[in-house]
Nanobody, 114 residues
Framework: QVQLVESGGGLVQPGGSPRLSCAPS????????MRWYRQAPGKARELVAA????????NYADSVKGRFTISIDDAKNTLYLQMDSLKSDATAVYYC???????WGQGTQVTVYS
């Protein structure tokens, strides 16, 4: 059974640098394009960052470009989202997603407070 489990969320002050993790069970990331989405209260889920299955090309939403970094540690079989210079608008539930198959994790809450 394919599962994705996110971790690393919590309460963070503005300007903080949390790192989210996404660990799969039942498969490895090889051959999968991976994405991080987030959903803020009352808003639609939005794509934050993506990394391609081949070549590891990355793409980011304009709102996080230059501050967030998506990466995969193949040795640990873990997907990361490094978030730097966090702003209050980053408060959301963050989800990892694997394609093909459209697999989702349960999400991890990030709350930016001051």
């Amino acid at each position: 059974q394919v599962q994705l489990v996110e971790s690393g969320g919590g309460l963070v002050q503005p300007g903080g640098s949390p790192r989210l993790s996404c660990a799969p069970s039942g498969f490895t990331f090889s051959g999968y394009a991976m994405r991080w989405y987030r959903q803020a209260p009352g808003k639609a889920r939005e794509l934050v960052a993506a990394i391609s299955a081949i070549g590891g090309r990355t793409n980011y939403a304009d709102s996080v470009k230059g501050r967030f970094t998506i990466s995969i540690d193949d040795a640990k079989n873990t997907l990361y989202l490094q978030m730097d210079s966090l702003k209050s608008d980053a408060t959301a539930v963050y989800y990892c997603n694997a394609q093909p198959g459209n697999y989702w994790g349960q999400g991890t809450q990030v709350t930016v407070y001051s």
